[in-house]
């Protein structure tokens, strides 16, 4: 997938995460998020993560080649190593992970597939190739996943939002989005959402009959 592609479903991905679990939200944890959704391409020096990190990216290329270790099930386990061993950091290494992972998922729909089982290479890649890398089949996918993640923003309740000064008390908590459309509505037009009265229409003012004129003979 393209590096544009993993930022999108990474970042929608802790949008969904942090709103569905109530998880802490703010612009370091999401840039946590699309910097894990780049992380496992460092060992390609030519992507976009590589070419800001060129010195280490060259040494990992060179060691382990691209879709290496990077992109293996040793690589997963360690992220979550990683977390277990530094949970007082989890605010950023969760996010990371979640972008680490959807980088993963995005590539193992692609031909070229992942080395889960590196550094055994009797099967070398697993894929499940129903993307084309670049092509219309990735955009779609990337649209529909990253709006449907989005979505979810509007039934969960986000912490430390203070939503009681919002116009509609907790309107984000409902059920189904529609549903907050509706208290919309209703409070426009009232609070029991009878709609407000227009103003009365004044009565039209008699006519005066109209004259007749004598016949003449």
Known sequence: MMA???????????????????????VVAFGAAVIGSLAPDIDHPKSTLGQLMRPLSNVISAVFGHR???????????????LHEYADYSHLILPFLIGYLTHLAGDLLTPAGLPLLWPIKRRRNFALPILKTGGF????????LAGWMIS??????????????????????????WRSAVVAAQ???????RERSAPPIPARKPTEPAKTRPLKG
């Open 4 to 26: 544009s592609s993993h930022m999108i479903v990474g970042g929608a991905a802790w949008f969904y995460t942090s709103a569905r679990f109530g998880l802490p939200f703010d």
């Open 68 to 82: 290496g270790v990077t992109h293996s099930t040793l690589a997963i386990a360690g992220c979550f190593w990683v």
């Open 137 to 144: 089949s990735e955009q779609l996918a990337v649209t529909l």
């Open 152 to 177: 979810g923003l509007f039934s969960a309740s986000w912490p430390g939002l203070p939503l009681d000064r919002l116009p509609f008390e907790n309107w984000m908590a409902m059920d189904r989005p």
């Open 187 to 193: 409070g426009f037009l009232g609070e029991e959402g």
